[in-house]
């Protein structure tokens, strides 16, 4: 109030820079409230202050309009505030929301949802146990693996992120980032990912191999020359599990359902979540029933969760999965990736990896996405880091995107490239 008065004081005769001053001073109290008492993950978060969002916009509490290419990493897949998913939201809200724990009773939504991812994956993924979170998923994943071979050993890949909780972070590929939290769970390995010779560390001791389809964190890498294919082998040879993390690039991204389609293999437990939700927490794991059944018995309550399946959330999910089948967004995701290679052209961007709609322009200079990434706020275009690879940036753009929007944001992200050099 004290601030206000001053500025009154200084500038009586100038209503549009007292304006000015108060959307500064309510904003700075705002960013000051949101430092102060949501905890933080970084020094240096991004700060923008949301209105609203539509479509691939979010609007900030100026006016501000930003083209979002990143989607709440890899989230609202069909875009923001999605009609379709929107509606069925409301349409559940106003019906029911939370009645029992996870898998007591007999829901709409998340029967319908199970069904429906069911039918549309390859033998044997058949059951699907609904969580909250992508981390989630690859703690019932481990869990199970464990539980189905009664093997403790687990491998995943150097450079591998699969979640933040206890499990997920023993798995996670980088020491540095694990270490201050160390115990973690015991009899985790590494191997490194595209390498066939490392395989042979996958032994009769191995309850499951862990693996990140397309490695995210690491820089958007592909598996190459049929490597899953010769995991799979590996696998099948010694008796371990393969369990696919499609967290990412599931949900359409990679031109595919799931990105694991794309590599003619199919795991033994599949990890989903992120664009699953259409914009809401989410998360899955789906195996044999088989192996599932495993779960409820020896003991029971082999996992449990009181929100998993909750029905706001697999309405939201199930809206999403049938406008994804239903549409054309997989195909087009392929075909927007191109337009993308071919406008994102500046000499500075050395290569674009990634598949589909999940895309990282490279970099020479570690330091240099930071300060693109930046700049491109300023000129209202989203774009982020990954958590490994300091030397390249995510695209992760909702599969919506416009021909337009695509193009208009390949400008304006070369243009500040040549303007930072
Ligand atoms: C590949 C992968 N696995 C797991 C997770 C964890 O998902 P969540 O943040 O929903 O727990 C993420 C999140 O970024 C991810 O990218």
Redesign the pocket.
């Known amino acids: 109030m004290n601030r206000k008065k001053n500025i009154l004081f200084l500038f009586p005769n100038y209503p549009y820079l007292y304006t000015l001053k108060l959307q500064t001073t309510f904003s700075m109290s705002r960013k000051e409230d949101f430092l102060k008492y949501q905890a933080q993950t970084t020094p240096f978060p991004l700060l923008l202050d949301i209105e609203k969002a539509e479509g691939c916009w979010i609007y900030d509490k100026s006016g501000k309009k930003y083209l979002d290419l990143v989607a709440g990493?890899?989230a609202t897949v069909l875009g923001h505030s999605n009609p379709i998913i929107t509606k069925a939201i409301k349409d559940q809200v106003d019906k029911y929301m939370h009645v029992m724990v996870y898998g007591e009773f007999i829901q709409d939504a998340p029967l319908e949802l199970s069904k429906l991812l069911c039918n549309n994956l390859p033998d044997p993924l058949n059951t699907a146990y609904l969580v909250n979170?992508?981390?989630?998923?690859?703690e019932g994943s481990m869990k199970l693996a464990k539980r189905v071979t009664g093997r403790g050993e687990i491998i995943a890949a150097k450079w591998?992120?699969?979640?933040?909780?206890q499990g997920?972070m023993s798995i996670l590929g980088n020491e540095e980032q694990k270490q201050k939290f160390r115990p973690l769970i015991p009899d985790i390995n590494f191997i490194e990912f595209n390498n066939i010779d490392d395989l042979e560390l996958i032994s009769e001791s191995t309850a499951a191999v862990v693996l990140?389809t397309i490695q995210?964190?690491a820089g958007f890498i592909i598996p190459k020359d049929g490597y899953l294919k010769k995991v799979r082998e590996r696998c099948d040879k010694v008796g371990a599990l393969l369990i696919l993390?499609?967290?990412?690039p599931g949900f359409g991204r990679t031109g595919k359902l799931f990105g694991f389609m794309n590599f003619d293999v199919v795991p033994d437990i599949l990890?989903i979540?992120?664009a699953m939700g259409g914009g809401m927490?989410?998360?899955a794991f789906i195996a044999s029933e088989e192996k599932m059944a495993m779960l409820k018995s020896e003991p029971m309550l082999g996992h449990i969760t009181t929100f998993g399946g909750h029905p706001v959330i697999a309405a939201s999910s199930l809206a999403t999965l049938k406008e994804l089948l239903k549409g054309n967004y997989m195909n087009e995701a392929l075909r927007k990736e191109q337009l993308f290679r071919k406008h994102l052209n500046h000499p500075e961007i050395k290569e674009i990896r990634g598949m589909g709609l999940m895309l990282a322009p490279f970099f020479e200079n570690p330091e240099f996405p930071v300060k693109l990434m930046n700049a491109l706020m300023g000129k209202g275009i989203i774009v982020f880091l990954l958590?490994f690879e300091k030397r390249a940036l995510r695209l992760s753009p909702p599969l919506t995107i416009s021909d337009k929007e695509i193009i208009y944001a390949c400008e304006i992200i070369n243009e500040t490239i040549g303007e930072l050099m």
């Not at 591998?160 to 909780?165: E, L, S």
């Open positions: 990493v890899s979170s992508g981390t989630e998923a690859i591998a992120y699969h979640g933040n909780t997920s990140e995210g964190g993390d499609e967290i990412q990890a979540g992120k927490p989410v998360g958590l």
